[in-house]
């Protein structure tokens, strides 16, 4: 690339041309993006023990061994979770576990 085609490539980058606009430095949205969220969804019986878990690590954030009970239970809630469902998707289809 020549110097002139580099200086012509960066006008055109500063100027997007008639009609388009600049992104100010912000990732472009995605066209098929209906609103932006805040926040993931997340659905389960077991957010009490979760946040319990993530506090501890604000907490100790060095000492993870000092958390290791608040991880316990909050692992022993979503197996027991996993199980119920479970459960109860093999009772609807009529299906066993055994």
Do not use: V
């Not at 200086?7 to 912000?26: A, F, M, T, V, Y």
């Not at 878990?53 to 979503?78: D, T, V």
């Amino acid at each position: 690339m020549s110097k002139e085609e580099i200086k012509e490539k960066i006008r055109r980058d500063i100027n997007p041309g008639s009609g388009l606009s600049h992104n100010k430095g912000q990732p472009k949205q995605a066209p098929y993006a209906k609103q932006k969220s805040t926040s993931a969804k997340f659905l389960t019986n077991c957010s009490a023990e979760h946040a319990e878990s993530l506090k501890c690590i604000e907490r100790n954030y060095q000492n993870r061994g000092a958390c290791e009970p608040f991880f316990q239970a909050y692992k022993a809630c979503r197996r027991d979770e996993n199980e119920k469902r479970k459960e109860a998707n093999a009772s609807k289809e009529g299906w066993s576990l055994f």
